[in-house]
């Protein structure tokens, strides 16, 4: 097998997996009674699923596999959080978010970090 | 306008912010399978079969660093396990719409579709969740497709420096906000934030961020009271 054809065998198989891991709770949905554990567990996913993309990004960088603390997109990430919570505008929060970070990042350089 | 091209733009507009982010990963993904030696066929495909990006960069990383196949496509399969979850949360908000194309639906689902229907989409009444869900994904794997192919054929435009990366999680944390409607989804998001925290950064190939939403969900279902009347306190 060329290497060509090798790598195509890990787009399809990669493919396949994650296709059955997205599709198969959507094929059994109704099919099963569903147990009221699960309801509950379901019902705090969103908030445990979008804190554990958000917070990761806002202590570390990652460069080749290993994490160092960045204290310019923490920072960031408050600034955003409380503009989040009192405008709920993901524009603004977009907008503080980026302008803090860029400002701390220059301001951190500048002091050496 | 017919309401199911309304859904497809509210869809749209919902993930249109996190466009930005999405780019510079995208480019990345793409330059990493071209400088794995292969060409723009592979980068199209696969982000258009696989449509999911962590995965498709460490998957590539792997492969061009030699590692065995089942290593490769296993350790991308962990990365994407939390869409096992986002797919078990997802579904009684979207199967009851689909009908019979319900498992095709499955793959429209990446981080910021979950994200966009379950804060927003599902609470409208002036929208379809469907199309909603499916359009915003469309624009999504638009712009990534194209930032894949631009990535394979020239490398990564964007300098690092502009961390452009950072709109993706700021995006993310404004859809949070809304989302933590009762004391239990603050004290799920409070014990995701300190378990992703610790755990992310010493667990192997991102299995702390799947770690942290479990921690998150069974914490949040422990102190969720459904029949305050019967709780005593001890």
Redesign the interface.
Same mark, same amino acid.
């Given at each position: 097998m060329s290497?060509?054809e090798?790598?195509?065998?890990?787009?399809?198989?990669?493919?396949g997996?994650?296709?059955l891991? !997205?599709?198969?709770?959507?094929?059994?949905?109704?099919r099963a009674p569903?147990p009221r554990?699960?309801e509950? @567990?379901?019902?705090?996913?969103?908030?445990?699923? @979008?804190?554990?993309?958000?917070?990761?990004?806002?202590?570390?960088t990652r460069t080749n596999g290993s994490?160092d603390i960045a204290p310019a !997109?923490t920072l960031?990430?408050l600034a955003? @959080?409380l503009v989040?919570?009192r405008t709920?505008?993901?524009?603004w929060?977009?907008v503080t978010?980026?302008g803090v970070?860029?400002v701390a990042?220059a301001v951190l350089g500048a002091l050496g970090w | 306008m017919s309401r199911t091209t309304a859904s497809v733009l509210a869809g749209v507009r919902a993930v249109a912010?996190i466009i930005l982010g999405i780019i510079p990963f995208g480019l990345v993904a793409g330059a990493a399978v071209t400088s794995?030696?292969?060409g723009l066929a592979?980068a199209i495909?696969?982000s258009l079969?696989?449509?999911?990006g962590a995965?498709q960069i460490a &998957?590539t990383a792997l492969?061009a660093e030699g590692a065995p196949?089942f290593v490769?496509?296993g350790t991308?399969?962990v990365i994407?396990?939390?869409?096992?979850?986002?797919?078990?949360?997802?579904?009684?908000v979207?199967?009851p719409e689909?009908g019979a194309w319900?498992?095709?639906?499955?793959?429209p689902?990446v981080?910021q579709s979950?994200?966009a229907t379950?804060?927003s989409g599902r609470f409208r009444d002036d929208i379809s969740v469907v199309p909603y869900y499916v359009g915003s994904w469309l624009i999504l794997a638009f712009v990534w497709q194209l930032a894949n192919i631009v990535g394979a054929l020239g490398g990564t435009l964007v300098p690092a +420096?502009w +961390?452009l990366d950072? &709109?993706?999680?700021?995006?993310?944390?404004?859809?949070?906000?809304?989302?933590?409607k009762f004391r239990?989804?603050?004290e799920?998001?409070i014990?995701?934030?300190i378990?992703? &925290?610790l755990l992310?950064?010493v667990m192997p190939m991102q299995t702390?961020?799947i770690a942290?939403?479990?921690?998150?969900?069974?914490?949040?279902?422990a102190r969720?009271h459904?029949h305050p009347r019967v709780e005593v306190d001890a």
């Open positions: 290497e060509r090798t790598f195509w065998v890990v787009i399809l198989t990669l493919a997996g994650t296709f891991l !997205r599709s198969l709770p959507l094929w059994l949905h109704g569903a554990w699960l509950r @567990l379901l019902r705090h996913v969103p908030a445990a699923a @979008l804190t554990a993309l958000v917070v990761p990004a806002s202590l570390y994490y !997109r960031a990430a955003a @959080l989040a919570v709920r505008s993901v524009i929060t977009l978010g980026m970070l860029w990042q | 912010p794995a030696g292969f592979e495909g696969m079969l696989v449509n999911a995965s &998957a492969y196949l490769v496509v991308a399969l994407n396990a939390r869409l096992f979850i986002y797919s078990t949360s997802i579904a009684p979207i199967v689909a319900r498992v095709l639906l499955g793959h689902l981080d979950y994200a379950m804060t +420096s +961390s950072f &709109a993706v999680p700021l995006v993310f944390l404004a859809m949070l906000v809304p989302a933590l239990a989804d603050v799920a998001a014990a995701t934030a378990a992703a &925290a992310v950064p702390g961020l942290a939403i479990v921690i998150g969900m069974v914490w949040g279902a969720h459904e």
